[in-house]
């Protein structure tokens, strides 16, 4: 299929969309503060992995942390080694993944329905709400995403007989390999489910032998066995911890506290696409009237399937997080974008579209009274002036995008559907500055780092007592003593043989914090009481939100 043709989309246009992609994702990528707790774990476990050098066996605050393979991290190092220990090199492997999803999807849409498709899906899935959120931040998840795609629709062409070549199979198995290496089995486990699905929907059981492949089968254990027997050999328990506690009774149980309700998902997955709903209605309308060249029998069947199936699978679960949906994204864009494809061949020059006005209305009037609100949830203000002005390049942004279908007439629908993309993508970028006045002093331990760092000096101790913020180790490139029992750490802590130093007792926080040895300590900002009781002689660094930080000399 020639991509730099049909249907007006040419190679400039594409290099517009790729250089676009590069501005909204890594553009001001560090201007809010890693966020506890995943941000600030997976950035410093591969800085511990920088530090130490052994990249087989990660580890958290100096102790084995074996909960996630390894392909995360080593992609973070390299981040971190070639921009530095600082936000952007911590997210910006993450935002590369990302801006692969998103070509991905492209790729998808100009395989089942052509380039205009291919483009609207990519539009769609950069700008939505969850995708453009989840992108920029330091988790697994997005990558895993992006490499399910990998796994799943190479090998549907190839099964389909939209394409006969072999590479397209073994390339589902290397996705497959790196999948598992960014998160374990469910890399191996989806698209297997999915495609076997598939095959028993849409009445081609008799394809799935196709699927196995020597090949194939070398190609992944070539890429994911390796890991696998070193972890192993440098860890005896890994196989039980790995397979056992953190696949089969994560799913199973709520050992991890991350229990909610069967449809937990249901609501999060359209408000996802939070600003392209009112675009649904005219997409959906014009799929129904164009049925027969929306997309085939077999093509509708596989997309549902992809959607459904993750949905369910991790709604049975009894342990949920909000970034487990990514993988359905890339599809939910692909429908959506073929809808709107259809939509705009039909109305150039249609009637002027009023709900992304009132959308946009509504959604201004929150912005504008997020500092209340903000006051309200923490009990911190933000101040107002300073607000409304970081606020106001997205204001505008989002104002532009609710005004420009009112011109459907002049513009058509096209132009509509590209200028409300464009648009979104600088209110998500205009939106970085004020989000990071209202959530970086609530959700990062930035500024406890900072009034530490102020102060450390080489052979100074720095502890949490009763409290675990993810991001101080990272920020303060310190290993730090914790009292208490933090549930990331009781694996590693279980098995380390310095484990009286770094997870003492309180009994032995005491004779330390009494010793000549400086000592900084951080505690929940509730313990102010206990602090004045046990530790008399302290003197108060910083006290809010985020904890009370004191030190002894």
Request: proline residues 6%; hydrophobic residues 55%; contains cysteine.
């Amino acid at each position: 299929m020639a991509w730099t043709s049909e249907e007006g989309v040419r190679r400039g246009t594409l290099s517009l969309l790729l250089a676009a992609l590069c501005v909204l994702y890594f553009g001001m990528l560090g201007t809010i503060p890693l966020l506890d707790p995943d941000e600030g774990r997976y950035a410093e476990i591969p800085r511990e992995m920088l530090a130490s050098g052994d990249f087989v066996t990660p580890h958290l605050n100096g102790v084995v942390y074996l909960e996630k393979p390894p392909l995360f991290y080593w992609g973070t190092a390299l981040g971190l080694t070639l921009f530095g220990e600082n936000e952007f090199g911590a997210r910006v492997f993450g935002a590369a993944a990302s801006v692969l999803g998103v070509v991905l999807t492209f790729w998808m849409g100009v395989e089942l329905a052509g380039p205009r498709t291919g483009l609207y899906a990519a539009a769609i899935l950069a700008t939505s709400f969850y995708y453009y959120i989840v992108g920029r931040l330091n988790t697994i998840d997005m990558t895993l995403g992006v490499l399910l795609v990998v796994a799943i629709f190479p090998a549907y062409l190839y099964l389909s007989g939209k394409r006969a070549e072999r590479r397209y199979l073994y390339l589902a198995y290397a996705g497959a390999a790196l999948a598992f290496l960014a998160k374990g089995l469910i890399g191996v486990v989806f698209p297997v489910a999915i495609l076997l699905l598939w095959a028993i929907l849409a009445v081609r059981l008799r394809e799935v032998p196709r699927l196995l492949s020597w090949v194939g089968i070398a190609i992944f254990l070539a890429l994911a066995l390796p890991w696998v027997v070193l972890v192993q050999r440098a860890n005896p328990d890994f196989f039980q911890f790995f397979f056992i506690r953190e696949h089969l009774l994560r799913y199973t149980t709520t050992t991890h506290g991350r229990y909610q309700p069967f449809w937990f998902f249901f609501p999060i997955v359209p408000a996802g696409f939070l600003l392209w709903l009112p675009f649904v209605r005219k997409a959906y309308l014009a799929a129904r009237r164009n049925a027969a060249v929306f997309f085939s029998r077999e093509d509708r069947v596989f997309l549902f399937t992809w959607v459904g199936f993750i949905v369910l699978f991790f709604s049975a679960s009894d342990s949920k997080l909000i970034t487990y949906m990514t993988p359905v994204f890339p599809p939910l864009a692909l429908l959506l974008g073929r809808g709107l494809a259809l939509w705009t061949a039909e109305e150039e020059g249609g009637v002027p579209f009023r709900v992304p006005l009132f959308v946009a209305l509504a959604l201004g009037a929150a912005l504008l009274f997020a500092p209340l609100l903000a006051k309200g949830l923490t009990r911190e203000a933000v101040e107002g002036g300073g607000w409304l002005l970081s606020a106001a390049p997205a204001l505008l942004a989002l104002l532009a995008w609710g005004l420009v279908p009112l011109w459907m007439k002049r513009l058509g629908a096209n132009r509509v559907v590209l200028l409300s993309a464009a648009l979104l993508a600088l209110f998500w970028m205009s939106i970085n500055p004020p989000a990071a006045a209202l959530i970086g002093a609530t959700r990062s331990g930035k500024s406890l780092a900072a009034e530490i760092n102020a102060h450390l000096r080489p052979g100074d101790i720095v502890a949490q007592n009763g409290v675990y913020i993810q991001t101080i180790p990272f920020y303060t490139k310190q290993r730090t003593v914790v009292i208490g029992d933090p549930d990331d750490l009781q694996f590693g802590m279980g098995r380390a043989p310095d484990r009286a130093e770094y997870f003492p007792d309180e009994a032995a926080f005491q004779r330390l914090w009494n010793s000549d040895r400086r000592v900084f300590c951080l505690f929940n900002r509730g313990e102010m009481d206990t602090i004045r009781e046990r530790y008399p002689n302290h003197r108060l660094l910083s006290r809010s939100r985020r904890g009370i930080l004191i030190v002894n000399h």
